[in-house]
């Protein structure tokens, strides 16, 4: 079968550690959001979101098929 430039949407992910001062930032307000009675499914998120660096991309390239 002879190969074939097909183009491909992917999408990548990437999770990595904020630095210093934003973790403590975010784990701090977690954790005082918890202390303050707010429910778990509101503080946890937000203090992850502050505390990790999430980024979506869309590519889109071209790849060889087999």
Known sequence: MEKSMVPRNSVVISISLRELPFALIGIGGGAL?????????????IALLVTFRVSVQLWRGRSIRR
């Open 33 to 45: 959001a918890t202390w303050a009675a707010a429910p778990p499914w509101a503080a946890i998120p």
